[in-house]
């Protein structure tokens, strides 16, 4: 698991990456981003909600887990809203703003408490 969990972080800097560049960018070159933008978040929340909350709920970390998931609804939707937008649609960069505060703040809770937590559990696991 964490093999995965290396993935997910580094999947974390490519999204933050991509946030830059749709501040820095417009037209085409924007709808590009917000594409990619929602292609990653959408396949990282799967991941995370089919193959590791389910192993954080097994090593006892149910509430981090019940906490994590009500981010992804709301990340859930603001992709969604994005996705029905594009990059000229009037909104998209205070969508795009809300959308990486809300990343920025399900990242930060993750890497600093959500996993550091899970990996103890697994270690403590494969000590026993």
Not at 13 to 29: H, P, Q
Not at 122 to 128: G, I
């Amino acid at each position: 698991m964490p093999d995965v969990i290396k993935l997910l972080e580094a999947d974390y800097r490519e999204v933050e990456d991509l946030f830059a560049k749709a501040e820095s960018t417009n037209g085409a070159a924007k709808q590009q981003v917000v594409t990619k933008i929602a292609a990653e978040l959408t396949l990282h929340a799967e991941v995370e909600e089919q193959i590791v909350y389910p192993a954080m709920r097994d090593a006892g970390l149910g509430s981090l887990v019940d906490e994590a998931e009500q981010e992804h609804s709301m990340v859930k939707e603001l992709v969604a809203q994005l996705e029905a937008m594009d990059a000229t649609t009037e909104g998209v960069d205070s969508v795009l703003a809300e959308l990486k505060a809300n990343v920025g703040h399900h990242v930060h809770e993750e890497e600093s408490e959500g996993f550091p937590r899970f990996r103890e559990a697994v270690d403590q696991a494969e000590l026993q």
